[in-house]
Nanobody, 124 residues
Framework: QVQLVESGGGLVQAGDSLRLSCAAS????????MGWFRQAPGKEREFVAA????????DYPDSVKGRFTISRDNAKNTVYLQMNSLKPEDTAVYYC?????????????????WGQGTQVTVSS
């Protein structure tokens, strides 16, 4: 069965950086687009980043573009999210997910498997 385990979250101050990791098992990792989403209390789960199976293409919403970088190591079955210049509004539970289709989808319903999430809290 597919298992995704996120790590690397924590409590940081505004302007700091964090690197999240997501280790995958039970899936041919190198064949799938991977994504990161986040969900703050009382809000919808929102798209943060996606990376094509090969790493050749990535996608970000404007809210994180230029601050966050998604990458992957197919040899380690791991996807990363480097988050720089963090803001209080980045506070959320961050989830990684496996895309169901091609390209770098941005909709949550285009992803079929999810991790348990890791909490990121940014204080002002």
């Amino acid at each position: 069965q597919v298992q995704l385990v996120e790590s690397g979250g924590g409590l940081v101050q505004a302007g700091d950086s964090l690197r999240l990791s997501c280790a995958a098992s039970g899936v041919i990792f190198k064949s799938y687009t991977m994504g990161w989403f986040r969900q703050a209390p009382g809000k919808e789960r929102e798209f943060v980043a996606a990376i094509l199976w090969s790493g050749a293409s990535t996608d970000y919403p404007d809210s994180v573009k230029g601050r966050f970088t998604i990458s992957r190591d197919n040899a380690k079955n791991t996807v990363y999210l480097q988050m720089n210049s963090l803001k209080p509004e980045d506070t959320a539970v961050y989830y990684c997910a496996v895309a169901l289709g091609r390209g770098t989808p941005v909709g949550r319903y285009e992803y079929g498997f999810w991790g348990q999430g890791t909490q990121v809290t940014v204080s002002s």
